[in-house]
């Protein structure tokens, strides 16, 4: 057990000067998207989202990851060009950047990490956006996706996601068949939003560690999109990552009446750690997807005071520095 010495009304200290002696990953935010509709850039200050490159720069960010969800106008059809349009628009901006870099494989990683340049690894949310098609994986490979979160909540044609009640199913053959492909080719299968068999058989067929960008614990708050704790130790006994979700009905079971707290996410890391050690946790923020913050984390900048918040905690040396940023470095080492 962590020890915890906060009391509840040191929450509202914790937003001190902000400093950068420990690097951070983030395993999930939606920015592209938004970004695209704003109209902004991703390297201009826009208080309007919750993360853009100046305060990534700010807060420490080394790598992170950016994902682009297919939207319901596109679930049918259209998935795959406007993802793609998406990731090609963003790596055109910022091909003169820099300070930020898409990371296609896990040398360029490391390489970044030296520079103190910020890796961006695309990802796709959503399966829809392969059409039913194994070569439009591979084209996906091609343009720089690295990650692929197999389903949101609804049904596609890879398997059933957490929103589907009535009887959920598990993967289809064409979802194992990308699961094999991915193994094959280098890309990082996501387990966040699937359903339960899904999960299940995902972790049975991948031959290489999977990961949830951005779920957290169904012990704490019992919500389907979070993780039982068979699940949080299954993801932990093959080498997985599982990235803390800030949103706050993910949180708190009672969120819509009290939000959430900074010390929230701290509950849901240390859940993690108790359940699967301290190698299967990391940050998975879902920043820009999600309506509301925890208080404290209003945007990016506010990891800096999560790392107080889990040094206050008692986590510190490696421990601390493989929550933020080493588990998600070591899995994307052994997967692309």
Excluded at 11 to 19: I, N, T
Excluded at 29 to 54: F, I, Y
Excluded at 89 to 98: A, H, L, M, N, V
Excluded at 105 to 132: P, T, W, Y
């Amino acid at each position: 057990m962590i020890p915890k010495q906060e009391t509840t009304t040191h929450r509202h200290k914790m937003e001190g000067k902000l400093r950068t002696p420990y690097l951070i990953a983030d395993m999930h935010c939606d920015t592209l998207a938004k970004v695209m509709k704003s109209g902004k850039e991703l390297w201009e200050r826009n208080e309007e989202h919750h993360l853009d490159l100046p305060r990534m720069k700010e807060a420490g960010v080394c790598c992170q990851f950016f994902a682009v969800c297919v939207q319901e106008a596109y679930r049918y059809e259209g998935g795959f060009q406007r993802t793609s349009h998406i990731f090609q628009t963003f790596q055109k901006k910022i091909s003169s950047e820099k300070d930020i870099v898409v990371v296609k494989d896990s040398i360029e990683l490391k390489k970044n990490i030296k520079k103190r340049r910020i890796s961006a690894i695309l990802s796709v949310e959503g399966g829809e956006a392969l059409e039913g098609k194994i070569e439009n994986l591979l084209n996906l490979y091609e343009i720089g996706v690295r990650s692929l979160t197999l389903t949101w909540n609804w049904r596609n044609a890879l398997g059933d996601g957490v929103g589907v009640t009535d009887e959920p199913k598990g993967l289809t053959a064409f979802g194992k068949d990308v699961i094999k492909c991915m193994n094959d080719i280098g890309m990082v299968v996501d387990v966040s939003h699937i359903a339960v068999p899904g999960f299940w058989e995902c972790l049975e067929l991948s031959t290489k560690p999977v990961i949830a960008s951005h779920s957290s614990c169904y012990a704490l708050a019992p919500h389907p999109r979070n993780l039982r704790d068979s699940q949080i130790k299954a993801i932990a006994d093959i080498g997985g990552v599982i990235g803390i979700n800030f949103y706050p009905p993910f949180l708190r079971s009672d969120a819509d009446k009290t939000g959430a707290i900074l010390l929230d996410v701290l509950d849901h890391i240390d859940h993690v750690v108790e359940v699967g050690g301290i190698d299967c946790v990391a940050i998975g923020s879902d920043f820009d997807g999600i309506d509301s913050v925890p208080l404290g984390l209003e945007d990016v900048t506010g990891l800096q005071r999560l790392i107080d918040g889990l040094m206050s905690r008692g986590y510190k040396g490696i421990d601390l520095e493989k929550i933020l940023n080493r588990n998600v470095i070591r899995v994307l080492s052994l997967l692309i």
